[in-house]
């Protein structure tokens, strides 16, 4: 089982619609959680922390479920620039580990 | 406030060769953090650089190696390559290990 797992997707939605992207971990020691935007060719660049208690920041929507070891991103009202792989990346495996990325395409 | 530097941008080799990569941190960060990158993959941790010490790694050979300066500034080696490492080479610079902030990569062809 890998150590991040993440459904590659892709995720068809329209303008306006209400999405969410889950990330599983298998190592319950594991300690910090981040999720990434990545869009096409370039370099992953940091949406958001995610804290145990949850967190948002405008459209954007973090969770933490310890005891399921999951992480989410809830995306509210859609944007034509949301199109991107969204990735999650753990920490405290002893390394860092990414999922492998969901792919948001957001039709008009 | 300059972000993470990479260089070169675009590199081609040829496979038995030897590569450098280097990385630039954003200003006041002291980590660095390497990871390989393969088209349609999310980024496989190489390892990561604290106090010019190799602190964290994946699961890579020892082909690859790293370095860390005082400056904060690092490289990354990879002796004797092979047609598979071929992919994109990102470095990421955070303060302590916390949010990661990436460079654009290096894109190493191997030929």
């Known amino acids: 089982r890998k150590e991040v797992e993440q459904d590659p997707g892709p995720f068809n939605v329209p303008e306006g619609a209400t999405v969410a992207f889950n990330c599983t971990y298998s190592n319950s020691a594991s300690q910090s959680f981040f999720w990434y935007r990545q869009d096409c060719r370039k370099e992953p660049k940091l949406l958001m922390s995610?804290?145990?208690s949850g967190n948002e920041d405008g459209r954007f929507t973090a969770q933490l479920n310890r005891a399921s070891q999951y992480i989410s991103l809830l995306i509210r009202d859609s944007k034509l620039s949301d199109s991107a792989t969204y990735l999650c990346l753990g920490t405290g495996f002893q390394k860092l580990v990414f999922g492998t990325g969901t792919r948001l395409l957001v039709s008009p | 406030d300059a972000g993470v530097t990479q260089s070169p941008t675009h590199l081609i080799k040829t496979r038995g060769q030897q590569v450098t990569l280097r990385c630039s941190p954003k200003?006041?960060?002291?980590?660095v953090s390497w990871y390989q990158q393969a088209l349609g993959q999310g980024p496989q941790f190489i390892f990561q650089y604290y106090e010019e010490e190799e602190r964290q790694r994946g699961n890579f050979p020892d082909r690859f190696s790293g370095h860390q300066f005082p400056n904060y500034s690092s490289e990354l080696n990879v002796n004797a390559l092979l047609l598979g490492d071929s992919a994109l080479y990102l470095c990421?610079?955070?303060?302590?290990?916390?949010?990661?902030?990436f460079g654009p990569g290096t894109r190493l062809t191997v030929t």
């Open positions: 995610v804290y145990s």
């Open positions: 200003s006041g960060h002291d980590t």
């Open positions: 990421a610079s955070s303060l302590r290990g916390h949010e990661q902030y």
